[in-house]
């Protein structure tokens, strides 16, 4: 076991106040209901539940 | 019937003729697939809440294999069989509670953060990434974060199964 080993972090995941969540860096996404992937870069995802274009976040959330 | 409701260190474990599944509620981050694949067996709003007697060794195998986290965990009740249990089957005790199999393999790797859409339910991360939250930083290594996506949750950004609460449906 190598206990010790560093794990490097591979992404940057926030949590933007009454926003989405913003992923960025080296990720694999999937979308179990809708069954899209999607990887690397940058994606924002909804957390309101209101978004038309889930699992993405398109604004919704300011209204 | 030969139902079992013990408990273990941290959590249940439940058990029929031929195998125990073991469940830790600390570690439940509600992904949802165990009572929506097989209700039968997994109903939250029974007690106890796991019937081994709901369905088959196979199917309870199967969904205990997509759990997303070390809640629910599986093994053979004859112990020689464990042995012979293959990376394929995800969730069984070797892979997942190797504290309860007395084996220590699994080293963990370097990989893209897995992060899944559950449906109806939150957002599940997993692996090594930074969580930037009310102005936190926080470095989460070989672990499973939900984040919630119905807006419901009393613990936001987190999800406490409010969304099963609410219906969300999306
Ligand atoms: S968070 Fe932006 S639309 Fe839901
Ligand atoms: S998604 Fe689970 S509480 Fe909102």
Request: proline letters at 5%; glycine letters at 8%.
């Amino acid at each position: 076991m190598e206990e010790n080993k560093e794990h490097k972090s591979q992404a940057i995941i926030e949590v933007i106040d009454f926003g989405p969540l913003k992923i960025m860096g080296n990720f694999i996404l999937k979308d179990l209901k809708r069954d899209t992937k999607d990887s690397q870069g940058e994606v924002w995802l909804c957390r309101c539940g209101k978004s038309g274009n889930k699992p993405y976040c398109d604004g919704s959330h300011k209204r | 019937m030969d139902r079992e409701d013990k408990q273990f260190s941290g959590g249940r474990k439940y058990r029929n003729d031929e195998i125990t599944v073991y469940w830790k509620p600390s570690a439940c981050v509600h992904a949802s697939y165990c009572y929506r694949e097989l209700i039968e067996v997994f109903d939250p709003g029974r007690r106890p809440w796991v019937d081994m007697n709901g369905s088959t060794t196979a199917k309870i195998i199967e969904v205990v294999n997509l759990c997303p986290t070390e809640a629910l965990a599986w093994k053979w009740n004859d112990d020689e069989k464990n042995g012979l249990v293959g990376s394929d089957q995800l969730n069984h005790i070797k892979f997942r509670r190797p504290e309860l199999m007395n084996t220590n393999d699994s080293v963990p790797e370097e990989h893209p953060v897995s992060i899944k859409v559950m449906v109806d339910g939150p957002i599940v991360l997993k692996g090594n990434f930074t969580l930037v939250y009310n102005g936190n930083k926080k470095e989460v290594q070989e672990s499973i974060i939900s984040i919630c996506r119905c807006g419901a949750s009393d613990h936001q950004p987190f999800c406490d199964g409010q969304h099963r609460k609410i219906g969300f449906n999306d």
